[in-house]
């Protein structure tokens, strides 16, 4: 496994890898001032002298980890930490992370590069787009839809089958009842605009 991105989500994914068994084989960071993260040494892409597959983008931020993906012609990875609980009938993209705690029900698909953050939880028949960050302790209620690099804060929760549009911020704590349009930004209970 490798790692792109030595951040504090970094140090989460390190984790899952040693819970794994799961050999991390370099970790890259693009800002040089950074060496090492939890004891492993952190080079720059340029002192990679092949950038082999099963890589992962360990970076929590939703457009940059999009920016990475695009530029990157490798074949991503998939961690998932053995206490998450993934319905077999779920399906979960290349590059995707799930860490302890989260539960993914029946007939979900998670698309590349989703982060699903310790202990959410998200109901039979969701769909999340690719690029997506569900924060921790956030409840996704059955049939939600969910658009590309949309963030939802940590505790949320989203009623059953609403639709949330693509590159938009759910405050942490907030209910949303009702569909959110693309590139907004909600908060409270009920959740309304920002």
Known sequence: ???????????????????????????????????????????????????????????????????????????????????????KTSKLGLGSVVMAGSVINSSTVIGKHCIINTSSSIDHDCMLEDYVHVSPNATLCGGVHIGEGTHIGAGAVILPNVKIGKWCVIGAGSVVISDVLDNKKVVGNPARKI
């Open 1 to 87: 496994m490798i790692l792109y991105g030595a951040s504090g989500h970094a140090k989460v994914i390190i984790d899952i890898c040693k819970q794994l068994n799961v050999t991390i084989s370099e970790i890259i960071d693009d800002n040089v001032k950074v060496t090492s993260i939890l004891g492993c040494a952190v080079h720059t892409l340029d002192d990679i002298d092949n950038l082999s597959d099963n890589v992962i983008i360990s970076i929590g931020n939703n457009s940059v980890r999009k920016e990475i993906a695009e530029r990157l012609n490798v074949e991503f990875g998939i961690a998932i930490h053995p206490k998450a609980i993934i319905d």
